[in-house]
T-cell receptor, first 116, second 115 residues
Framework: GAGVSQSPRYKVAKRGQDVALRCDPI?????LFWYQQALGQGPEFLTY????????KSGLPSDRFFAERPEGSVSTLKIQRTQQEDSAVYLC??????????????FGQGTRLTVV | AQKVTQAQTEISVVEKEDVTLDCVYE???????LFWYKQPPSGELVFLIR??????QNEISGRYSWNFQKSTSSFNFTITASQVVDSAVYFC????????????FGAGTTVTVRA
């Protein structure tokens, strides 16, 4: 498809389980962003990639969160030993070459993670 | 640090009424960008408008218009002649020119347009 694709759309994990969330950006898009959106809140920044380089991971809440983009295309957000407070929608966005310009990025529909 | 406040949690209107969404921001930077996004029930964030801090000219784009006032740190957004398809959560957001990859969002305003 032409847009940012995220999978799975929904994920239910038992507390303590590891999860992996996938993001397929728009082809040719250099910058990729992950945001976390808790219920009833605005999204919050997690991390930012320029090609395969992770330039900022200051928003990752703990060392249980890990993101990668090994070939500068698909990205995976991994959460180890999930906890209930990790329940949220995880949004991925990508933007074309020419700078981060997150404000002009295209967002995916998100993965809704529920930890039970 | 920057902060975005959307004081209105929910707004309900009848079709064809105008809707104005309030947004107040805080930042110490002199160069920044302000945005409005729409999030329909399908979940994706849809970019609506962007404004640079050095351009306070207010504009109209179709049924959307905005009022940017630096003196009061406000960036309000109006939908004219609302339609049912405008029903969504609307977010105001701010990014710094110095790190133009990090958006700070408000908590959002849920707009319901009734037929």
């Amino acid at each position: 498809g032409a847009g940012v694709s995220q999978s799975p759309r929904y994920k239910v994990a038992k507390r303590g389980q590891d999860v992996a969330l996938r993001c397929d950006p728009i082809s040719g898009h250099v910058s990729l962003f992950w945001y976390q959106q808790a219920l009833g809140q605005g999204p919050e920044f997690l991390t930012y990639f320029q090609n395969e380089a992770q330039l900022d991971k200051s928003g990752l809440p703990s060392d249980r969160f890990f993101a990668e983009r090994p070939e500068g295309s698909v990205s995976t957000l991994k959460i180890q030993r999930t906890q209930q407070e990790d329940s949220a929608v995880y949004l991925c966005a990508s933007s074309p070459p020419g700078g981060p310009r997150v404000g002009e990025a295209f967002f995916g529909q998100g993965t809704r993670l529920t930890v039970v | 640090a920057q902060k975005v406040t959307q004081a209105q949690t929910e707004i309900s209107v009848v079709e064809k009424e105008d809707v104005t969404l309030d947004c107040v921001y805080e930042t110490r930077d002199t160069t920044y960008y302000l945005f409005w996004y729409k999030q329909p029930p399908s979940g994706e964030l849809v970019f609506l408008i962007r404004r640079n801090s050095f351009d306070e000219q207010n504009e109209i784009s179709g049924r959307y218009s905005w009022n940017f006032q630096k003196s009061t740190s406000s960036f309000n957004f109006t939908i004219t002649a609302s339609q049912v398809v405008d029903s969504a959560v609307y977010f105001c957001a701010l990014s710094m020119a110095s790190n133009d990859y990090k958006l700070s969002f408000g908590a959002g305003t849920t707009v319901t347009v009734r037929a």
